[in-house]
């Protein structure tokens, strides 16, 4: 039986382990650290790394990593990397011989250029491109990229788990709320998000059915929405634009 369980990092960071209680893949190690201990305390092999941008946060244990167990590790083409790994590329398919798993490779660029994410059987794992009620800074990418990504995700069925790489979900939840502080799916959500987080669960993965009725970035064309972020335009990128802008000064 697969298990997906979050490895904390830094400060906010999540990496990703998948196990079948024998052998396991990790997502976006920034830090060795906590993957080995974990691998330790529930005695797992692992097999593969998979990488969805070149940022340290993301990255930072690769090397280690790899050194130690010998782990396979891909990572997006559009990038640069430092350590051996299999370049992939949109449309690829990674297969995951010890797990059984087949992840299929989505270029998203926005946050990066190259990100890349991983999509299997009604589980997603983003990255930085979509967060709980929210969505990566443009560090590399154009508003007009995101936008495109973000709205590929909407396009994936709505019982989609998505897990992204930060715990991000109550302060996006804050300024989703200046936008559409009448929405009562965004209300339900910051009471029960608020709520697990005071008892240190993680407020993730979540689903692209929530996402679809709380964030703000996937609901540009919301009235109540565009009317409170000022944009004076209402096209959807433009609205998207403004509040992208409006969440990096919040």
Request: charged share 20%; hydrophobic share 40%; with cysteine.
């Amino acid at each position: 039986m697969l298990q997906i369980i979050p490895i904390p990092a830094f400060q906010d960071n999540y990496i990703w382990l998948l196990h079948n209680k024998r052998q396991a893949i990790v997502i976006d190690p920034g830090d060795a650290a906590p993957v080995m201990q974990k691998l330790v305390e529930l005695q797992l092999n692992l097999t593969d790394i998979l990488i969805t941008h070149h940022h340290s946060d993301h990255i930072g244990g690769v090397t280690k990593l790899a050194a130690n167990t010998n782990a396979h590790v891909y990572a997006p083409r559009y990038e640069q990397f430092s350590f051996k790994h299999q370049a992939v590329s949109e449309g690829d398919t990674v297969s995951i011989k010890s797990l059984n798993m087949k992840f299929l490779v989505m270029w998203l660029p926005g946050h990066t250029s190259g990100h890349v994410a991983y999509l299997s059987d009604g589980v997603l794992f983003c990255g930085d491109v979509l967060f709980g009620a929210g969505c990566g800074r443009l560090f590399e990418g154009t508003p007009a990229q995101m936008l495109k990504s973000l709205s590929r995700l909407k396009n994936l069925p709505r019982e989609t788990r998505i897990y992204p790489a930060h715990e991000y979900t109550s302060q996006n939840i804050e300024f989703a709320l200046t936008l559409e502080p009448e929405n009562p799916a965004l209300i339900e959500r910051q009471h029960h998000t608020n709520a697990i987080r005071r008892q240190l669960i993680p407020s993730l993965p979540t689903t692209l059915s929530l996402e679809l009725e709380t964030n703000p970035f996937l609901r540009c064309q919301q009235k109540e929405l565009i009317k409170n972020s000022g944009s004076i335009m209402t096209d959807e990128l433009a609205v998207f634009t403004t509040i992208r802008e409006l969440k990096n000064n919040y």
